[in-house]
């Protein structure tokens, strides 16, 4: 995990919307989901609970 990852984890988790996350980081949502991609394959919890795909 790079410290990249970890802050838009953290921003995504905290508003609970990657879009959000994005807004606040001045990026597009498909980057922060891009770049959360490899920690959902690792095991960590989803940081936006609305985008988990049954």
């Given at each position: 995990?790079?410290?990249?990852?970890?802050?838009?984890?953290?921003?995504?988790?905290?508003?609970?919307?990657?879009?959000?996350?994005?807004?606040?980081?001045?990026?597009?949502?498909?980057?922060?989901?891009?770049?959360?991609?490899p920690?959902?394959?690792?095991?960590?919890?989803?940081?936006?609970?609305?985008a988990?795909?049954?």
């Open positions: 995990m790079t410290l990249t990852q970890l802050e838009f984890f953290v921003l995504a988790a905290e508003d609970q919307s990657s879009t959000l996350a994005a807004k606040q980081l001045h990026i597009t949502q498909s980057s922060v989901s891009h770049a959360l991609k920690l959902k394959k690792h095991g960590m919890p989803p940081a936006d609970p609305r988990e795909s049954g």
